[in-house]
């Protein structure tokens, strides 16, 4: 099956500064990359995704970019701002049901 | 739009009771419904999955079960729960994107 891989597990940034989130993924034929964003007690959010037929997505201070040939996708996230601290997490679809199989996710933390 | 509901928020239960949590959507039709589990501090498990009416796929072999009586509503359900049980779960909804809904935090004492 699928295997996706997240890094870095935790991520401390100061408010202002970029934060960048890697994803690896195995199944070459996946094409369905979101992005979700979880606050502490919560349910995950959608924030971003992206298909496999586009490079890069950008939606105001958030940025997803992919690449097919080395497997990897990656969330960036730039001018940091303390209400951007929470769980991040990676999905890439297993092309069955439009299944979804999540990576370990990241914490991030922005310092004021 | 569309909606998803689930309920209870908040569940403590013994071990070895059963188990019925709820999920509901509302504004669309025939969606894929999912039942994840996420335990305290970690990633979400895939439980469950269904494309349609009574159709029930399972993705972790375990003492829990699933069904889904109406093209709206995704039930899962356990005979005799287990400490290991406890967590955050969540039902999502969706075709390619997926919504979470809000959640029961379940607690095996």
């Known amino acids: 099956g699928e295997n996706v891989e997240q890094h870095p597990s935790t991520l401390s940034v100061q408010e202002g500064d970029s934060a960048v989130i890697k994803c690896t993924y195995s199944d070459s034929a996946s094409n369905y990359f979101p992005w979700y964003k979880q606050e502490l007690g919560k349910r995950p959010q959608l924030i971003i995704d992206?298909?496999?037929?586009?490079g890069e997505k950008k939606d105001q201070r958030i940025a997803v970019t992919l690449n097919k040939t080395a497997k990897h996708f990656s969330l960036h996230i730039t001018e940091t701002q303390p209400e951007d601290s929470a769980v991040y997490f990676c999905a890439v679809d297993t092309g069955t049901a439009s299944k979804l199989t999540f990576g370990t996710g990241t914490r991030l933390q922005v310092t004021l | 739009s569309q909606t998803i509901h689930q309920w209870p928020a908040t569940l403590v239960q013994p071990v070895g009771s059963p188990l019925s949590l709820e999920c509901t959507v509302e504004g669309t039709s025939n969606p894929n419904l999912y039942w994840y589990r996420q335990a305290a501090g970690r990633g979400l498990q895939l439980l469950f999955y269904?494309?349609?009416?009574?159709?029930i796929s399972s993705e972790v072999p375990q003492n829990l079960s699933a069904s889904r009586p109406q093209d709206r509503q995704f039930i899962l359900s356990s005979k005799k729960l287990l400490l290991s049980d406890s967590g955050f779960y969540l039902c999502a909804w969706g075709t390619y994107e997926q919504y979470f809904g809000p959640g029961t935090r379940l607690t095996v004492t």
């Open positions: 992206i298909r496999s037929n586009v």
């Open positions: 269904s494309v349609g009416i009574g159709q």
